[in-house]
């Protein structure tokens, strides 16, 4: 390991939620995507509405990017890949020996069950392919742009992006017990996902539903350790990964926001986002739970639900947790290193 890595993440985006904000809500959060930057390198954690804005802004250069990690394949954490994979072959033109890793959940095997509050069950998309996996999804979204692609490669000479980025699906231990509908958050043990010469990354399944599987990641350097959830509920898992972490940034949704959202309506789908909200996403008061049950040294609330909300909501946070509590905003610069 090298020495004086002075790890760090910058919070590149916040927000969560697939949704277009309306002008009267407008912030200046962006989708979700965190970069952990180690040494010289960096590494980031989904990539979704802004990710590619935020990142040309926080200073970072392309060309240190190592691995890119999606926590799940819900399109408010992936929305900006495509971009990154068609502009970034410029920035990695000398990188075909060495590609980007993309590393993120696999194929889930089978749809997911539909809502019992649907009175006709809905036809699922894509019937023939309806659950991509990371790398299906990548070489998918590369494929519908293929006539650009295809003027660059054959014209300008420039490299395939299949061949500077290496999308990969995460293979979960079979000894867990995982299945998409019947066990997707089984009690487990975290396990290696990459590791290089400045990182171990390890990863741990959460619970999201209906989305399966879905992922927590944790960086553990030679000077410290960042724990970053992606979108769950309060899960014994996250903790068990999070355990004596010193950076957990967790999720949050404000629930009274949900309830205003949907008081007024009675119909099945919204019922059903309604319902989806409570089984899939953590309280402020239970993230902060979750971080002092791993004994976290700080706390960071990000992927906010909504992203226009006031700082006051998430601030309550800190009357539960007794670490250092954080609010980031985007581009916001949080040290992990421990103290000496």
Sequence with gaps: MSANLHPYVV??????????????EASERSGIATAVVVGDAFYVVDFGQGAGRR??????????????????????????????GIFGLYAFQDRTENPVRIIGPGNRGELPPVS???????????PECPTPGTREMFEKLM??????LNDRILDSLKPSPLDVFRAEDIT???SSGYHPNASPTPAMEP????????????????EHPPVAPAFAFRFDTAEGSVTISGDTCF?????????????????????DWVESLYADKADEASRAARDHHYKSHTSVRDAAKAAEAA????????????????????EEAAEHFEGRFILPRDLDVIPFARAN
């Design 295 to 314: 004994g976290a040294r700080q706390l960071a609330l990000h992927h906010l639900v909504p992203g226009s909300a006031a700082d006051r909501i998430w």
């Design 143 to 148: 494929a519908a742009h293929a006539t650009d």
């Design 235 to 255: 899960t014994q898992n996250l903790v068990t990964l999070a355990q004596g972490t010193d950076l957990l940034l967790h999720e949050a949704i404000d629930f």
């Design 116 to 126: 019992p509050r649907a009175v006709v069950a809905p036809a699922p998309l894509a």
């Design 191 to 206: 396990f290696e996902v990459y590791k290089d010469e400045l990182v171990t990354v390890t990863a741990i399944l959460v």
């Design 172 to 174: 979960i231990p079979a």
């Design 55 to 84: 990142l040309s802004q926080s200073g970072l250069k392309l060309k240190d990017m190592r691995a890119l990690f999606i926590t799940h394949l819900h399109s408010d954490h992936v929305y900006d890949l495509a971009g990154l």
């Design 11 to 24: 919070t590149l985006g916040t927000a969560g939620g697939p949704r277009w904000w309306e002008a009267a």
